[in-house]
């Protein structure tokens, strides 16, 4: 029984996990390809006068940034997913041994 | 002969269209190879699987890459400006140039993604050793993508007369 309940709990997680893994990654797809293209018609109208090279050089910066933001973000979602489940798993083993 | 003949445009637009086909080769074969790296670490880790993509965005940003180079040479043609052939020779080597150099990124970091991923399950701290192989792999479509830059800067004040 218990590991009935474990096993749902489990599935209940990743189910949620799931649902928000999916929305960021197609968020960070869509920024990939939407970000640079922006910067670069952006910053050429508006900051640097009509410079094509700086508005490419600004475009590539906002490409490698928003690159940089999915690293550090899948890292610490990994953090965070390390400690979360160990909890519940230790909950589950007291139960365990309480019966 | 004249400075700026009629075929001109013909190497600017084959300067545009090298930048991004090439680029989005090498990038197809980054995201696919890496691709199937995932595929084979995904049934045995699948919380490993959001930082095994990072192979895959950076394939994305060679791509971004080859189109950053050809939105920027496109601005430089205009039918009703004069266009002189060494315009037109310097837009094809600066698509050649981020083109060809983003094949080059895309195949490394296809090969090094699927590696680096499959390693990842077994020792946790080759992640950190992948990611600096990927930026490697990565810089080298950026040094493309710079000295197409540098070249189109040259396309100024050419006349045709």
Redesign the interface.
């Known amino acids: 029984m218990s590991g009935q309940a474990q096993v749902s709990a489990a599935k209940a997680a990743d189910n949620m996990i799931k649902t928000g ?1 999916v929305f960021r ?1 197609v968020t ?2 869509v920024a ?2 939407v970000v ?2 922006a910067t ?1 018609y952006g910053t050429k109208s508006y900051f640097f006068n009509d410079n ?2 700086y ?3 600004a ?2 910066t906002a ?2 940034v928003v ?1 940089v933001t ?2 550090v973000q ?2 610490l ?2 953090r965070a ?1 390390v400690t979360a489940p160990s909890g519940q798993n230790r909950n589950m083993e007291d139960s365990k041994k309480s019966q | 002969m004249s400075v700026c003949p009629a075929y001109a445009p013909f190497f600017g637009f084959a300067g545009v269209s090298s930048a991004m086909i090439f680029s989005t080769v090498g990038a197809a074969f980054g995201t696919s190879k890496a691709g199937i790296g995932i595929a084979g670490i995904g049934p045995f880790k699948p ?2 699987i ?2 095994s ?2 192979p895959v ?2 394939s ?2 060679i791509a ?2 080859g ?3 050809s ?2 040479i496109v ?2 043609l205009n039918p009703q400006l004069d266009y002189s052939l060494f315009a037109g020779f310097i837009h094809l080597a600066a698509g050649l140039s981020c083109g060809l150099t983003g094949l080059a990124a895309g195949y490394a970091i296809g090969i090094v993604g699927d590696s680096c991923v499959r390693a990842y399950i077994y020792q946790g701290k080759i992640f950190v050793g992948m ?1 600096l192989i990927l930026i490697f792999a990565e810089v080298l479509g ?1 040094y493309g ?1 710079i000295i197409a ?1 540098i070249l ?2 040259k396309t100024k004040d050419i006349p045709c007369s």
Do not use: C, H
Request: aromatic share 8%.
């Open positions: 893994v990654l960070f797809a990939l390809g640079p293209i670069f094509s090279t508005a490419a050089i475009a590539v490409a490698n690159l999915y690293i899948s890292v979602e990994d997913q | 919380e490993l959001m930082k993509l990072i965005v950076m994305g940003i971004v890459y189109l950053v180079v939105v920027l601005g430089d990611v950026l993508l830059l189109n800067a």
